[in-house]
């Protein structure tokens, strides 16, 4: 069982900056993907950003350029940095992960990933 637990969401100004962090227990896998989404009122869970194993990235065209998805191993911990954010960035950003490594094309899928932590609300207002 993988266990994800975010933090660092919060309010921002429009163009201000953010890092969330989730702390997974899916770094002891030799194989695994972990990704960020994201979900508005009244809109479907959507993928922001992934990162496998052998560190291979994807990201949602709405956020290329602008955010920036790492993570430390040691650290057991996942990582987003969100720049020049925009009111339509707001929304509860969950972590989730998968203990294989994914296509990429089906990275942002919010169907392959098993596993997924509570959420923490980004909220981006001018």
């Known amino acids: 069982h993988v266990q994800l637990a975010e933090s660092g969401g919060g309010p921002v100004q429009v163009g201000g900056s953010l890092r969330l962090s989730c702390v997974a227990s899916?770094?002891?896998?030799?194989?695994?993907?972990v990704a960020w989404f994201r979900q508005a009122p009244g809109k479907e869970r959507e993928g922001v950003a992934s990162?496998?194993?052998?560190?291979?990235?994807a990201y949602a065209d709405s956020v290329k350029g602008r955010f920036t998805i790492s993570q430390d191993v040691a650290k057991n911990t996942l990582y987003l940095e969100m720049n020049s954010l925009k009111p339509e960035d707001t929304a509860t950003y969950y972590c989730?992960?998968?203990?294989?490594?994914?296509?990429?094309?089906?990275?942002?899928?919010?169907?392959?990933?098993?596993?997924w932590g509570q959420g923490t609300q980004v909220t981006v207002s001018s």
């Open positions: 989730a992960a998968e203990r294989r490594r994914l296509a990429i094309w089906f990275r942002l899928s919010r169907n392959v990933y098993s596993y």
């Open positions: 899916v770094y002891t896998d030799s194989g695994y993907c």
């Open positions: 990162i496998d194993s052998d560190g291979s990235t």
